[in-house]
T-cell receptor, first 113, second 114 residues
Framework: NAGVTQTPKFQVLKTGQSMTLQCAQDMNHNSMYWYRQDPGMGLRLIYYSASEGTTDKGEVPNGYNVSRLNKREFSLRLESAAPSQTSVYFC????????????FGQGTRLTVV | GDSVTQMEGPVTLSEEAFLTINCTYTATGYPSLFWYVQYPGEGLQLLLKATKADDKGSNKGFEATYRKETTSFHLEKGSVQVSDSAVYFCALTPVNTGFQKLVFGTGTRLLVSP
């Protein structure tokens, strides 16, 4: 049972380069999320998709774009990476009600130099 | 907006000691409250949750009670083990979001020594 799968696990980018972080879930969840984790700041929501075909900005969306490719997949794109985007990125998914559990991937550690 | 405040870590304990990690929140209405745990090199896992005032969530020996009057959801365990060493996140889901849009605290690292 794979759950939420993120790729890659590690990445180093040069300032100005672009990349896409991939996320897929096999739990038939409607909702998917991208968070970033920074020391002393916990997890902050970048973008989310409440259901297939919809995406919305979270707390820290600047510098990112997302695509909900289908019900399973939700990608995060950095068009022009900046050192401030050095972070650990987590994808998560959940059912459609408030009290259901959110499941997280193992994270992508991104360093922008 | 809604927010969660956790005690700063790290919390360093010896095995079998009593654990308390404080968490308070600011939110309108009655949010759902959660504790997530992150073991080294892994993603977050749900540890326990409570969805209404006075509810007690429990799992793996950990407990937390939803206290509306003090807007708190403190995590406790009577006897910690080395395997409990991890980062613990308190979180809430604002009311009326319709899905699991979590607001996290900054996390508290727990280190348990033998």
């Amino acid at each position: 049972n794979a759950g939420v799968t993120q790729t890659p696990k590690f990445q180093v980018l040069k300032t100005g380069q672009s990349m896409t972080l991939q996320c897929a879930q096999d739990m038939n969840h409607n909702s998917m999320y991208w968070y970033r984790q920074d020391p002393g700041m916990g997890l902050r929501l970048i973008y989310y998709s409440a259901s297939e075909g919809t995406t919305d900005k979270g707390e820290v969306p600047n510098g990112y774009n997302v695509s909900r490719l289908n019900k399973r997949e939700f990608s995060l794109r950095l068009e022009s990476a900046a050192p401030s985007q050095t972070s650990v990125y987590f994808c998560a998914s959940s059912g459609s009600t408030v009290n259901t559990e959110a499941f997280f991937g193992q994270g992508t550690r991104l360093t922008v130099v | 907006g809604d927010s969660v405040t956790q005690m700063e870590g790290p919390v360093t304990l010896s095995e079998e000691a009593f654990l308390t990690i404080n968490c308070t929140y600011t939110a309108t209405g009655y949010p759902s409250l959660f504790w997530y745990v992150q073991y080294p090199g892994e993603g977050l896992q749900l540890l326990l949750k409570a969805t209404k005032a006075d509810d007690k969530g429990s799992n793996k020996g950990f407990e937390a009670t939803y206290r509306k009057e003090t807007t708190s959801f403190h995590l406790e365990k009577g006897s910690v083990q080395v395997s409990d060493s991890a980062v613990y996140f308190c979180a809430l889901t604002p009311v009326n979001t319709g899905f699991q849009k979590l607001v996290f605290g900054t996390g508290t690292r727990l280190l348990v020594s033998p």
